[in-house]
């Protein structure tokens, strides 16, 4: 699908009653850039002083519930979690009747935490713009974020209209709908495939295994595992977006483990699993563990086998019994898998960086995993082992194998030209 005809209708998403300059102003903006504004309001304590599209009754009425007893459900967080479960069911049927073009939300913790839920219920392709006080803040986890969701930093703008926020906010309104007249929404022609990795001087399979999907008939996106990459990858997973998956970099559920930053949320590898998505799976640089490199190192890694990939990203390798611990995780996630999962074991190592001579080579803790892995893995999953490298063309190969054994079997739909 192709840039829209017509005006795009953008949802204006915010507290009229603490906020109704702002969001007014953002409707203007909206509206002088040829677009549609569609104003919801999700007050609680009050009406704005203008009329909405959608008031805070209908919030409230779509959460089946009524505003006073908002009020009265305890406190300030009780009452702007329904409000957040009413926009949400409100925006996902006004999406479903075809009245959204794209969204955009303003406000503080409180209406972050809203728009958060609400930017969850529109799916890949509908533009989702947030002005928030705390954007790109480690207050957001990384489970809640949309995988197309767009932020920007409300900056001086928490009470009132100013030179710098009347900036912030029209940046925003144009991104939102200049995103909603130019986006091309995903074609679905062919089934999608989706991958996991990191970039090829880590990890290089996908630059065999692409091309040949694409040849069979299939797209192929695949994810950045560093975090965000593997939370995007988990929310198309749970919303059934792939054919089937290539989850080869499973690195993220090493980092959530071990408490780093860079984690994509406790879910990773989990998804595909619970929506009956085929998986052939590999442990790709699970030996590592993913830090930012403009912080001190954890005492808890010193000594370990470190790696700076450039100036905001560094590697630690994990010893044998946090590998066996892994190992453990990973059987526990593949085992609530709903449909068919192969599990490829590489034996002469799993990321670049762990081979003979390469600072991160330490055979005995592969071996560690290894044997963990083995033991722990369900019954239910096909384990393959291959005597080779994660990064060498048989392993590719392997996993080549295995996927167009399933389309012959009809456990993957076969391609389209």
Not at 106 to 134: H, N, Q, R, Y
Not at 229 to 236: D, N, Q, S, V
């Amino acid at each position: 699908m192709g840039a829209i005809a017509r005006l795009p209708r953008i949802l204006v998403i915010g507290t009229g009653d603490t906020k109704s300059e702002e969001l007014q102003f953002m409707a203007d903006i909206v509206g002088q850039a040829d677009a549609l504004p569609v104003m919801i309001d999700v007050s609680v304590l009050g009406d704005p002083p203008y009329q909405p599209d959608y008031s805070r009754h209908d919030i409230a009425t779509a959460a089946e519930t009524t505003v006073q007893a908002i009020m009265d459900s305890g406190d300030e967080n009780s009452a702007m979690a329904l409000m957040a479960k009413g926009a949400s069911r409100l925006v996902a049927s006004l999406h479903a009747a075809g009245g959204v073009d794209g969204m955009i939300v303003l406000g503080g913790s409180m209406g972050t935490d809203l728009a958060l839920e609400v930017a969850s219920v529109l799916p890949l392709g509908v533009p989702k713009f947030i002005i928030s006080t705390i954007a790109y803040s480690h207050l957001l986890p990384p489970e809640r974020i949309a995988p197309d969701l767009m932020m920007i930093l409300w900056a001086g703008g928490l009470y009132g209209l100013n030179p710098i926020c009347r900036t912030v906010l029209s940046q925003a309104c144009g991104a939102v709908v200049g995103a909603a007249k130019s986006s091309v929404r995903p074609d679905e022609s062919r089934p999608l495939i989706g991958m996991t990795s990191l970039g090829s001087s880590c990890l290089k399979y996908m630059k065999f295994l692409k091309p040949e999907l694409e040849r069979r008939g299939y797209d192929v996106a695949v994810f950045h595992s560093t975090g965000m990459g593997g939370r995007a990858f988990e929310a198309i997973a749970a919303q059934k977006g792939f054919a089937a998956v290539f989850d080869l970099c499973i690195q993220e559920v090493t980092n959530h483990h071990h408490g780093t930053v860079v984690t994509s949320g406790p879910d990773r590898l989990e998804n595909a699993a619970r929506a009956g998505i085929p998986q052939i799976v590999a442990p790709g640089a699970i030996d590592m563990v993913d830090l930012p490199a403009w912080q001190p190192l954890p005492e808890r890694f010193a000594g370990r086998p470190y790696h700076a990939h450039n100036r905001l990203l560094g590697s630690i390798t994990i010893p044998s019994e946090g590998r066996r611990e892994v190992a453990r995780v990973v059987a526990d996630k593949l085992s609530a898998a709903t449909a068919p999962v192969a599990l490829i074991l590489p034996l002469k190592g799993i990321q670049e960086w762990d081979q003979e001579g390469e600072p991160l080579h330490e055979p005995s803790a592969l071996d560690a995993f290894l044997d963990e892995m083995r033991a722990v893995v369900p019954g239910t999953i096909q384990l393959e082992e291959v005597d080779t490298h994660i990064n060498s063309s048989e392993f590719s190969a392997k996993a080549l194998e295995i996927f167009d054994r399933w389309v012959a079997e009809g456990v993957v739909p076969r391609g389209r030209a």
